[in-house]
C-alpha cells in the first residue's frame, strides 16, 4: 500500500524566515497531495492541496510544488509569522482506493 | 454549513469494554473517514464508507469496525478494548473521494 515518508519531524525557525517541508510518497498512481495545519488541541484542516497534473500552485505566503517522476512533494512557507507554529502534515491518495495516507507530521515553531 | 460533527468529545472506558463513537458529516457529503491519531503514529486510516459501503480499510485488528447509514452518518465500534487503543478518533467527510476532507474535532477515547 501507500507510504508516506514526511521530514523533517520539528522545524524551528525565526519569525520571518522561510520554511520547507518535504515528503515522499511511495504509490506513482497517487494523484491527490493535501497539506493540513493541525493546531494544538484543534482538527487538521486543509491548507493547500495539489493534483498530479499540476507542479505547484500558490495561495499567498504558502505554496506546494510534486516532482511525479521523484515522487516527492514539498510545502513552502514564506516570511513565516509565530500563528504559523503548529502540526503540518502532508497525505496522498489514490482516488480508486479512497484511501487517505498521512505523513507522520512536522512541528514548526516559529519564534519571534 | 454546518461543519462535521462527532459525538461524544470525550469517553473514558476500561479494558475488555467495547465503544461506539458517532460522526455527523457536513450536509451533501456521502464520503466519511476515519483515523485514529496518536502521538507516536500520527494520523492512522481506518475506513472510509461511501453510501453505506465501506470501501477501504486500514490496518486494524477485526476489533475495529464501523457503518454508514442512509443519512450519511456513521458510527464506529471498538470491541475489547485495549489499553493501546488510547487516541484520538477523527472522522472526515468530503464529497468525492479525492476532494478536500473536513475533519471534525474528534473524540477523545482514554482507556483504563
Known amino acids: 500500500g501507500e507510504n508516506v515518508e514526511q521530514h523533517p519531524s520539528t522545524l524551528s525557525v525565526q519569525e520571518g524566515d522561510s520554511a520547507v517541508i518535504k515528503c515522499t510518497y511511495s504509490?506513482?498512481?497517487?494523484?491527490?497531495f493535501p497539506w493540513y495545519k493541525q493546531e494544538l488541541g484543534k482538527r487538521p484542516q486543509l491548507i493547500i492541496d495539489i493534483r498530479s497534473n499540476v507542479g505547484e500552485k500558490k495561495d499567498q505566503r504558502i505554496a506546494v510544488t510534486l516532482n511525479k517522476t521523484a515522487k516527492h512533494f514539498s510545502l513552502h512557507i514564506t516570511e513565516t509569522q509565530p500563528e504559523d507554529s503548529a502540526v503540518y502534515f502532508c497525505?496522498?491518495?489514490?482516488?480508486?482506493?479512497?484511501?487517505?495516507?498521512f505523513g507522520k507530521g512536522t512541528l514548526l515553531t516559529v519564534n519571534p | 454549513k454546518a461543519g462535521v460533527t462527532q459525538t461524544p468529545r470525550y469517553l473514558i472506558k476500561t479494558r475488555g469494554q467495547q465503544v461506539t463513537l458517532s460522526c455527523s458529516p457536513i450536509s451533501g457529503h456521502r464520503s466519511v473517514s476515519w483515523y485514529q491519531q496518536t502521538p507516536g503514529q500520527g494520523l492512522q486510516f481506518l475506513f472510509e464508507y461511501f453510501s453505506e459501503t465501506q470501501r477501504n480499510k486500514g490496518n486494524f485488528p477485526g476489533r475495529f469496525s464501523g457503518r454508514q447509514f442512509s443519512n450519511s452518518r456513521s458510527e464506529m465500534n471498538v470491541s475489547t478494548l485495549e489499553l493501546g487503543d488510547s487516541a484520538l478518533y477523527l472522522c472526515?467527510?468530503?464529497?468525492?473521494?479525492?476532494?478536500?476532507?473536513?475533519f471534525g474535532p474528534g473524540t477523545r477515547l482514554t482507556v483504563l
Open positions: 497525505a496522498a491518495i489514490r482516488g480508486s482506493n479512497y484511501k487517505l495516507t
Open positions: 472526515a467527510s468530503s464529497l468525492r473521494t479525492g476532494d478536500e476532507q473536513f
Open positions: 504509490d506513482s498512481a497517487s494523484n491527490y
